[in-house]
């Protein structure tokens, strides 16, 4: 399994980025993908995570809710991450990551699983915001 993230940098408050995530190794059409993001000292937290087949379903923390939109595209193994109205709060870097072997639905359980250390992450890049 191998995600591989793009698209993080500077932006001033309310800016926007798009950051991406490419996978392999596993059944992209039939998984759930997340974004996390940590800052020194701190935890990863869960941002948002997707069921990547028809159901389509996502689940995003409350923090970030009505500001970003995570997408998948199953023809190109992507998924996305779509950051509106951000904050100095949402300096962080980002990590894409999933789990092939987990039997639930996107959620809190998955931010879970996957922070106390199931499945895999992608090496992260980082998204700044400044005045």
């Known amino acids: 399994v191998q995600l591989v993230e793009s698209g993080g940098g500077s932006v001033q408050i309310g800016g926007s980025l798009i950051l991406s995530c490419v996978a392999s190794g596993f059944t992209f059409d039939d998984s759930i993908i997340g974004w996390f993001r940590q800052v020194p000292g701190k935890e990863r937290e869960g941002v948002a995570c997707i069921n990547t087949n028809d159901d389509g379903h996502v689940h995003y923390v409350n923090s970030v809710k009505g500001r970003f939109t995570i997408s998948s595209d199953s023809a190109k193994n992507m998924v996305y991450l779509r950051l509106n109205n951000l904050g100095p709060e949402d300096t962080a870097v980002y990590f894409c990551?999933?789990?092939?072997?987990?039997?639930?639905?996107?959620?809190?359980?998955?931010?879970?699983?996957?922070?106390?250390?199931?499945?895999?992450w992608g090496q992260g890049t980082q998204v700044s915001v400044s005045s």
């Open positions: 990551a999933t789990d092939p072997l987990y039997p639930g639905y996107p959620g809190p359980m998955w931010f879970e699983s996957l922070a106390a250390g199931a499945g895999y």
